[in-house]
């Protein structure tokens, strides 16, 4: 039924409708002033949220063969609406209908007039437009369900949700299986019927769901609602009812899982992040499992570095990270990544985000100096004890102080920030045991020795992130007046925060540089990294203490990478730059990808799942890892 129908028309009066002389369907009828009443005692129901049924009195009617059947199921998508006789015979005929079809439907329409109109009220007659069923929301399920709906929708304005909730249940219990589910195959009319039936009655449920959730009573929605969610997994509204229904009973794990099950979802088939409300309900059950602070008990520390006040985009990222914090006991969390791809930056905005449901502190500790050596551990560990008040005497013998320190921590609720980790070797001594204390590492490595964790992969920004960034720096007014120019800077920058802040803060002093002409110098594979250096912020700086601590070897595969005219190639192109088999380049460019230098190869979607050849994989280089590593080559006179 289409919105006109909700409209006050829904409740038809039978007075001044005229009745259909028989005779050739295109014949109208005058409409006269003097009116019928409708006779009392003759109840009239006609059911369409199911197989299309009708009766009177209680006892059924018989509405005839299929296509008889068809006309009135049509007739039935716009009640007290004319329908054309052109609608119904395409509904009845879609593929030829035949000479004698308007001869024929006058016929099944003669028929049904006299089944469901014997007292001849003019229930059924032509006028302007075609045919026209006059019914009121008494008469017929569909418009009943409307009237509901919209007496629920006043009473929540009216600020009753509790008679809201009662009129709402009351519209959805009319519901008994799917609209025409009897005729809605065989005809095109009746499945857009039917498409929109489903999409009113799920605004109606969550209309429902939500007044349930005002009044208190989270119960019926957390019973029903996994249905509606099978049927509309990418609905928004109703995942944000399932979360806050299940949330408010109890069954938060179900929570989680539901919201991770639909952010999964979103990503993947539509490329989208939760919006606002879904984020919200998730945000609001994660500061309900915050545990409360006893009253007068004094905070833990909060030692953090301040988190950026434009910190842009990662909302995948942040969302799969805090979820996973959220569950006590859980492996630490380890977030990897490319050089300037903004590990740090992104840690400390978790932390800060979480700070509250570890009230015993939340601290956080490089674990490399600044020339990229490894900090002893008993330096990190005395740091971090001091930092959060452990006044514990800890051994000097290493496993003996990690015992020590894994008891006091046991019970607290902590949040450990452990930046930059070398290797798996340096972390072990420090992490949390299992249980309320948790921890979050940074590492340029992958670390694959580090058993268990569950990692996170940070990808470069997306374009429209990368923008964004960029405009926060720079302006707006700069990139949306010169917009094809930005998008070659934020290429050009490798979408990575720390060369696009580098660059930002370049353009916020060069205000007389057009952004086409900076992105000339960006696109120089010479001048590019002179250009991504301001202030503290040098990308040539920070990728050359990367390559400082780089394995022997795997600076050597850089250099010979380094003549690669592009940053992405195949396994074959790899194994000629390094003069290896295909077998022992492979292993080459997998040390790469362990020590974080090189990404996960590509692989096509549609055969991402199967076994795929190794030399049908694509690598790509981070392009400024590329511009340095060629810096490198040259300077020890290789030529590429």
Known sequence: MTDSLTESRGVASYHGIPREPAGDLGTESPVGDHGT?????????????GPLRASRDGLPLALGPLKQRLVLAVLLTRPNTPVSVEELTDAVWPDDPPRTARKNLQAYVSTLRRVLDPDDLGRLHHGPGGYVLRLTADECDSLRFEELARRGDTEMRAGAPSHA???????????????????????????????????????????????????????????????MVRLHPLRERLRAAQLTALHRVGRRTE????????RQRLSRELGLEPGAALHGAYRSLLDDMAPPRPRGAPDGSRLLPPDLGDFTGRAWELDCVEAHLARDGGPPVLVTGAVGVGKTA??????????????????????????GSTRPWASVLTELARALGCTERLPAHREEAATVWRSWLSGRRILLLLDDAPDAAALAPLLPPSGTAAALVTSRGRLPWLEPAHRVELPPLSTEEALDLLGGIIGRARPAAEHTAAERIVAATGHLPLALRAAGNRLSVLRHVPLGQYADRLEH?????????????????????????????????LRALAALPDAAFTLPAAARCLGQEAREAQRSLE???????????SLPEVTAHLATAPEAMRYELPWLTLLFAREQAASQGERC
């Open 37 to 49: 009443e409708k006779p009392a005692g003759t109840p009239l129901r006609l059911n369409l949220l």
């Open 165 to 227: 909730a009662r009129t709402y249940r009351q519209a959805l219990d009319l519901w008994r299986h799917d609209p025409f589910s009897d005729l809605a195959p065989r005809a095109e009319v009746l499945r857009a019927a039917v498409e929109r039936r489903h999409a009113r009655r799920l605004a109606v449920y969550e209309a429902w769901a939500e007044a349930q959730l005002e009044i208190g009573d989270p119960g019926p929605v957390a019973d029903t609602v996994d249905e």
């Open 255 to 262: 929570a989680l899982a539901a919201y991770d099950d639909c």
């Open 346 to 371: 992104f840690a400390v905005h978790v932390a800060h985000r979480l700070a509250a449901r570890y009230p015993d502190g939340v601290v956080t500790t490089r674990l490399c100096a600044e020339d």
């Open 525 to 557: 594979p010479v001048e590019a990294l002179d250009e991504l250096a301001s202030g503290g912020l040098g990308v040539r700086t920070r990728l050359a203490g990367a390559w400082s601590r780089l394995p022997a070897p795997a600076r050597g595969s």
């Open 591 to 601: 040390d790469l990808i362990d020590v974080g230098v090189l990404p996960p190869p």
